[in-house]
């Protein structure tokens, strides 16, 4: 079975701060992405950054990084220099070869970023 | 810029009539999804479509059909609406590849009366 879980509901940071945010997931799967989405207020869901199983080096897009622990199955998303902006609802999300290319995602992490 | 894009973004419906979600993709992706999303949960799959009249039950397909004639243009089809499809829905695309990055369209706030 796969699974996806966030165990933090809610988080919250400072203006300028790192934020980290928790991910852990099961799969028996070899080849797999872990991806990381934001939900606006609106409702958006937007793409941030996505870790292939298979690359040891830890992927890093602007100022979204990731701390990918395989052995461990678990996956932090980074969010360097926080800002307002970034407050959402942040989700994890498991992909493989396996389950017709549907994303299995955790609960969310609702964020805010006080200034 | 890639965009997915949902038609209407809000629609009351009561329970017993049709509704008709439109989705649709300027990426020329061939595999699009419909997703329900619902207060406290993740997203859950509801059809896949991986290209023209190619479409594949999801995780909660019970209520829904879909139907996609052309290639930038996924509908949804909920044929006599329950209250419990009250939900927000998400269309997604993606190139034809398992794993690929999924784009989400704005998606339909939907309540059945």
């Known amino acids: 079975a796969q699974r996806v879980t966030q165990v933090q509901p809610t988080g919250s940071s400072q203006w300028g701060e790192e934020v980290t945010l928790d991910c852990s997931y099961e799969?028996?799967?070899?080849?797999?992405?872990i991806f990381w989405y934001r939900q606006l207020f609106s409702g958006e869901m937007v793409f941030l950054i996505y870790q292939p199983s298979f690359d040891t080096q830890n992927q890093r897009s602007g100022r979204y990084s990731v701390v990918f622990q395989k052995s461990f199955k678990s996956i932090s998303l980074v969010i360097s220099a926080s800002q307002p902006e970034d407050s959402g609802t942040y989700f994890c999300a498991l992909s493989g070869n396996y389950n017709q290319g549907k994303l299995i995602f955790g609960q969310g992490t609702k964020l805010s970023i006080k200034p | 810029d890639m965009k997915v894009t949902q038609m209407p973004r809000y629609l009351i419906k009561r329970m017993g009539e049709n509704v008709l979600l439109e989705c649709g993709q300027d990426?020329?992706?061939?595999?699009m999804y419909w997703y329900r999303q619902d207060p406290g949960l993740g997203l859950q799959l509801i059809y896949i479509?991986?290209?023209?009249?190619?479409?594949s039950e999801g995780d909660i397909p019970k209520g829904y059909r879909v139907s996609r004639k052309k290639r930038e243009h996924f509908s949804l089809i909920l044929d006599s609406a329950k209250t419990n499809q009250t939900s927000v829905y998400f269309c997604a695309s993606s190139t034809g590849t398992y794993q690929d990055t999924q784009y989400f369209g704005p998606g339909t706030r939907l309540l059945v009366l």
């Open positions: 990426m020329s992706h061939e595999t």
């Open positions: 799969t028996s799967e070899y080849f797999y992405r």
């Open positions: 479509s991986y290209d023209v009249d190619s479409n």
